[in-house]
C-alpha cells in the first residue's frame, strides 16, 4: 500500500482538552448503553478513556449476515477488529481475519449498490487490516471491491453534479469521497491519489455553505443557503475529510475540518440539545430551529464517529522525528520522537486574535521538528520560542520548527486576523472573523431580516469577556423574500438605501439568522 502522509497517534496518546473534551463528554452523555450497537461501545470506549472493554462480539455468527447484510456485518467486524488491537489479542485477530475471508467469498453475490452502502466502512477495515497483519489476501480483496465499487475517482474528476442531486439508493457523497481515499492507497495511481482534493474542491464549488460543509439536505443540493447540512452528512463529510487529511496531506482538508468545528458542529451540538438540520438562512420559526433533547440513537451513532475523527487530527505523525499540530483546539499528546517520550499540549485562547501556546515536556533533551499548521484566513503569523524574538510565519502554509527541545520549552503561534467579506451563491456575502462564520440572529418572528451588506464599507470587531461581536454597515433590501416560511436565495442587483450598524454574532447556535446577505455597493 502507499504510505499516507501522516498516521494518526494511538488513542491513548491523546488527551482533549476545553472545548474538545465538553463536546465529547456531552455526546458521551447521550450514549443509551441498552441499545447502543457494538461499533458504539468501542467508539465510546475510546473517546471516554473507559479501562474496562466491551467484550468480543461473535465475528463467526456475523459471517451468516452474508449476502443480505454486508452494511451490518463490516460495523461488527470493524468493531472486533478494534478491540482484538486495543486488547492484543492475537486470537481476536485471527478470528476477524476469518470473517474477512468470509467476506471475501461472498462478495461475488453483492450487488454494486449493497457494496456501495458500506463500501467506505469497508475499504477503511480492509486497509487497517493489512496494514497491521500484512496477510496477502487482503489486497486481493481490495482489488476485488476496486473493480466491484462504482469509479468513485472518476465521478470526483469528473463531476457531473453540479445541480441539485438526489439517489434513490443508499450511500452518500462523503462516503464516495472516503472510498477514493483508500482506494487510493492501494492502487498508487496518480488519478486515484488527486481524486480526494480533487473532490473536495468540486464539490465546495458547487454545493459549498459558509458553514466550512457542503450541502446534503438529505443529498446534495446547490449553495441556495435556505437547504440545509442533515446530521449525518456532516458527520459523514468529518470523517471523509480526516482521513483525507492523513492519506494527502493537503491543508485544505485541515481547513475544512477547522471550519466545520468551529462553525457546522456546534450548530447541531448545542449546550441546550442537538439539531439534525442547518440551513444557512432561517427564520425563528424554521423547524431547523427545533432542539431535540432525547437524540435518535442513529445520531449518537454518527457523532461518536464524527468526534472520534476530529480527536485523532489534532496530532499527527508524518514519521518517528515529525509531529504535527493540525488543528488549532486544546489538546495534549504523549508520543515518542526520536525514541524518547515527548508530551505536549497546547492552550488557545482569544478570538479575533489567536495565540496558542504549545509546551513540551520530556525526560531528556532530543531533536525533532514540530510542524505548526498556519490557517490561511490569518492576515500574519508569527512563532516565538521560550520568549524570544516572534518569526513571521506563512499562512496556508505548515511552519517546521527543528531545534533540540528540553523540557519546559515554550512555543507560541500568534495568528492575527481582521473580519472579512466572502463571495457565496449568487453574489451573496458572508462575513468571517478568522474561522468563525457570523450572522444576524433572528431571535424572534417579528424580527426584520431583509437587509443587503454594503461591500467596500468598514467592518469592524469587538471582544469582550468571551464574546465576538463585529458590526457592518447594511441596508434594506425590500425584494428579498420568503415563501412558506422558507427564506428565498438572496436577490441580485439591489440598490443602496439608508445605511444601517448592523451588530453580528457568531452563527453556531443561532435560532433564526441571516448568515449569507445579498451585496450592495457603496
Known amino acids: 500500500l502507499v504510505n499516507p502522509a501522516y498516521v ?19 455526546v458521551l452523555n447521550m450514549v443509551n448503553t441498552r441499545h447502543m450497537s457494538t461499533l458504539d461501545s468501542v467508539l465510546a470506549t475510546k473517546l471516554g478513556g473507559y479501562a474496562q472493554l466491551p467484550p468480543m462480539p461473535d465475528v463467526e455468527a456475523a459471517a451468516a449476515l452474508l449476502p443480505a447484510d454486508p452494511s451490518r456485518f463490516v460495523e461488527i467486524v470493524w468493531s472486533a477488529s478494534m478491540l482484538a488491537a486495543m486488547s492484543r489479542d492475537k486470537e481476536g ?21 449493497a457494496l456501495f452502502a458500506c463500501g467506505a466502512d469497508a475499504l477503511r477495515l480492509t486497509v487497517d487490516l493489512y496494514r497491521r497483519t500484512g496477510q496477502p489476501f487482503l489486497l486481493n480483496l481490495l482489488e476485488t471491491m476496486r473493480g466491484q465499487l462504482p469509479d468513485v475517482s472518476g465521478l470526483m474528476h469528473m463531476f457531473p453534479f453540479q445541480r441539485e442531486y438526489r439517489r434513490e439508493s443508499q450511500g452518500n457523497t462523503p462516503e464516495a469521497l472516503a472510498m477514493t481515499v483508500f482506494l487510493g492507497q492501494y492502487s498508487g495511481s496518480g488519478r486515484d491519489a488527486a481524486a480526494p482534493l480533487t473532490g473536495l474542491n468540486a464539490l465546495n464549488r458547487y454545493h459549498g455553505m459558509p458553514c466550512g460543509a457542503f450541502a446534503a439536505d438529505p443529498y446534495l443540493a446547490g449553495r441556495d443557503p435556505a437547504r440545509a447540512v442533515e446530521l449525518d452528512a456532516l458527520c459523514a463529510q468529518i ?134 499548521r498556519v490557517p490561511r484566513w490569518a492576515d500574519s503569523a508569527t512563532v516565538s520560542v521560550n520568549g524570544g524574538k516572534p518569526v513571521q510565519a506563512q499562512p496556508g502554509e505548515k511552519f517546521p520548527l527543528t531545534r533540540l527541545f528540553q523540557s519546559g520549552d515554550t512555543i507560541v503561534l500568534t495568528l492575527a486576523s481582521s473580519p472579512r467579506l466572502e463571495t457565496g451563491y449568487r453574489g451573496s456575502l458572508s462575513v468571517f472573523c478568522g474561522s468563525m462564520l ?39 433590501a425590500p425584494l428579498w423574500k420568503e415563501k412558506k416560511g422558507f427564506i428565498l436565495p438572496p ?13 453580528l454574532i457568531p452563527y453556531a447556535g443561532c435560532g433564526g439568522r441571516i448568515a449569507a446577505f445579498p451585496c450592495v455597493r457603496a
Not at 494518526?8 to 456531552?26: C, F, N, V
Not at 436577490?491 to 451588530?503: D, E, I, K, S, V
Open 93 to 113: 485477530m485471527l478470528r476477524v481475519l476469518g470473517a474477512m475471508r468470509a467476506f471475501a467469498q461472498a462478495l461475488p453475490q453483492l450487488s454494486e449498490e
Open 438 to 476: 457570523m450572522a444576524l440572529p433572528l431571535p424572534g418572528a417579528e424580527m426584520e431580516w431583509r437587509y443587503a451588506l454594503v461591500s467596500g464599507e468598514s467592518v469592524t470587531v469587538s471582544e469582550e469577556d468571551g464574546e465576538l461581536n463585529v458590526l457592518v454597515t447594511a441596508c434594506e
Open 8 to 26: 494518526p497517534l494511538s488513542d491513548a496518546a491523546l488527551h482533549p482538552e476545553g472545548t474538545m473534551k465538553a463536546r465529547i463528554q456531552q
Open 239 to 372: 470523517e471523509a475529510y480526516a482521513d483525507a487529511l492523513c492519506f494527502t496531506g493537503e491543508n485544505a482538508f485541515a481547513e475544512r475540518l477547522e471550519l466545520m468545528w468551529e462553525n457546522a458542529l456546534p450548530d447541531l451540538l448545542t449546550e441546550a440539545g442537538l439539531r439534525t438540520l442547518e440551513p444557512t438562512n432561517r427564520l425563528a420559526d424554521d423547524e431547523s430551529c427545533q432542539l431535540h433533547a432525547a437524540p435518535e440513537k442513529e445520531d449518537v451513532s454518527d457523532l461518536l464517529r464524527a468526534l472520534y475523527a476530529l480527536r485523532r487530527s489534532v496530532w499527527l505523525s508524518r514519521d518517528d522525528n515529525t509531529l504535527t499540530y493540525m488543528l488549532p483546539v486544546e489538546s495534549g499528546c504523549i508520543t515518542r520522537l526520536g525514541g524518547v517520550p515527548v508530551r505536549m499540549t497546547a492552550a488557545v485562547k482569544g478570538l479575533s486574535r489567536k495565540e496558542i501556546t504549545l509546551q513540551a515536556e520530556l525526560k531528556q533533551p532530543v531533536q525533532f521538528t514540530l510542524e505548526l
Open 491 to 503: 436577490p441580485q442587483n439591489c440598490q443602496m438605501g439608508p445605511a444601517y450598524r448592523l451588530t
